[in-house]
């Protein structure tokens, strides 16, 4: 097993974000990139993007579409050992103070996330916490059982956005 590794970036989280959207815990891409959804073949941002019309060729764009959409985006896990970007691979898994980062973003009334693992830790850790939460089809291009349209779909009307 590999050492141990810590999340590498802070949330990304204004004060009049409205939903939070939460994965697992960044892909060795993105740790390399230092910065969510970083894998070239993930589908986070293009899904985004879609939706909002918003342009995301850059970090500063990807910001910009999440402030202007009123959504925050971190992770469950604060640290864990693995071997590769799979969920499925991640050990010794400690978790984000969620519930400190919802009170000091009080406008946050809903959280989506991007992958079953990520949904699992927050009903094991914070399943009490009295908030509107559902789960989004992962952008993971190893996730293939629904289309990118599907996605876009699916993403829009939990987002309560329209194309």
Not at 21 to 33: H, R
Not at 105 to 115: M, N, R
Not at 130 to 156: C, G, H, N, Q, T
């Amino acid at each position: 097993m590999t050492e141990r590794l810590s999340h590498p970036f802070d949330p990304i989280v204004f004060p009049d974000t409205e939903i939070l959207i939460l994965g697992t815990f960044p892909s060795i891409d993105s740790f390399d990139k230092a910065f969510y959804y970083a894998h070239p073949r993930n589908q986070f941002w293009p899904i985004l993007s879609q939706i909002t019309g918003y342009p995301i060729n850059n970090r500063d764009q990807k910001i910009w579409l999440l402030k202007r959409s009123k959504l925050g985006l971190w992770d469950m896990v604060a640290g864990c050992r693995r071997e590769n970007s799979l969920d499925s691979s991640l050990r010794g898994i400690a978790v984000n103070d969620i519930p400190a980062l919802l009170r000091e973003y009080p406008s946050i009334h809903k959280v989506l996330f991007t992958g079953r693992k990520a949904q699992e830790l927050f009903e094991r850790h914070f399943g009490d916490l009295p908030i509107e939460r559902d789960y989004l089809p992962s952008p993971s291009p190893a996730y293939a059982a629904m289309s990118f349209e599907e996605k876009v779909r699916e993403y829009a009307e939990k987002l309560g956005m329209k194309l």
